[in-house]
């Protein structure tokens, strides 16, 4: 299933997160692309919010931390972002894969793209694009890569 949507705001950002959520439901590993500045943690920051792991303002980018991990009543919710992460050997380390074996866990990753293995893995992509100065546009494809 593939689904595309808009926003014009960081604020219509964070909604689609909200709208998203459910979709992602089912989900355990989702990649999400885009260019740096995108969206990509604005996006989470709904997501998290809808699944009650945490408050928006809460949730900020793990570049230099790698890994944030926020606590709902049903999921936790892990962000991941390997922008800085070049090796597998270094991207082992980080411990994705216990974190997948939990059903219950909901793993996003920015820059997951960069290892194919986690690729095959994702159960879900988000791409972000931009659209003009404020607007993105975002493509959500479920069980692309299974």
């Known amino acids: 299933m593939t689904r595309e949507f808009a926003s ?7 909604q689609l997160g909200h709208e998203l959520a459910p979709l992602l ?16 943690t604005t996006l989470v920051k709904g997501i998290a919010e809808a699944f009650g792991a945490a ?11 790698l890994v944030h991990e926020y606590h709902g009543p049903e999921r936790a919710i892990y962000h991941i972002d390997l922008y800085r992460i070049e090796t597998q050997h270094d991207l082992d380390g980080l411990g994705i894969d216990d974190l ?8 996003l990753v920015e820059w997951g793209e960069k290892f194919p293995r986690l690729v095959s893995m994702s159960d879900a992509e988000i791409s972000i694009t931009r659209a003009g100065a404020d607007g993105r546009k975002l493509r959500l494809s479920i069980g692309a890569h299974r």
């Open 25 to 40: 439901r089912h989900a355990t590993l989702v990649l999400l692309r885009g260019d740096l500045g995108t969206g990509k």
């Open 55 to 65: 408050e928006r303002e809460d949730v900020t980018s793990p570049t230099f931390t």
């Open 8 to 14: 014009n705001s960081a604020d219509g950002t964070v």
């Open 100 to 107: 997948v074996r939990d059903k219950s866990n909901l793993v």
